[in-house]
């Protein structure tokens, strides 16, 4: 981390500090910090879409961060269904969100989640 504060200090170009954030996660996966950092950078080199999924995966990160210390609970699933909707991965969302529902947690959010999931699955 203060590796990468450094590298913004003496204005490192961003794509050397993608690199060395990219190489940040390979070593430490679970830490949500360094999908927040790419985020930031990727949407100053105007690559909203790749912010957006590394804002995801920052998300379900902490996600699976907080099943690890609180024990998995439904809300969980309904949260992973909707950062796999977010990101494209429309099987995923479907699994989780259906998860989600057979453990009593619904949400008009989930239900639209299923619907958008089947239609795209369909259309692929």
């Known amino acids: 981390i203060h590796i990468l504060k450094a ?5 490192y170009p961003n794509e050397e ?3 060395a ?3 940040a996660i390979k070593c430490l996966p679970d830490l949500p910090l360094f999908y927040d950092q790419r985020g930031i950078i990727l949407e100053k080199m105007n690559r909203k879409q790749e912010a957006i ?3 995801c995966q920052r998300d379900i990160v902490k996600i699976k961060n907080d099943i690890k ?3 998995h609970q439904p809300y969980h699933d309904a949260d ?3 950062n796999y909707s977010i990101i494209g991965d429309q099987e995923k969302a479907l699994q989780f969100a259906n998860a989600a529902i057979k453990k009593n947690y619904r949400t008009d ?3 639209r989640i299923i619907i958008k999931a089947m239609y795209l ?3 692929s």
Do not use: N, P, T, V
Not at 7 to 11: N, Q, R, S, T
């Open 121 to 123: 699955l369909k259309m």
């Open 69 to 71: 210390i609180h024990g």
């Open 7 to 11: 590298m913004y200090e003496l204005k």
């Open 80 to 82: 992973f269904a909707d």
């Open 109 to 111: 959010k989930l239900y």
């Open 17 to 19: 500090i993608l690199q």
């Open 21 to 23: 954030i990219d190489e």
């Open 53 to 55: 999924i590394s804002y």
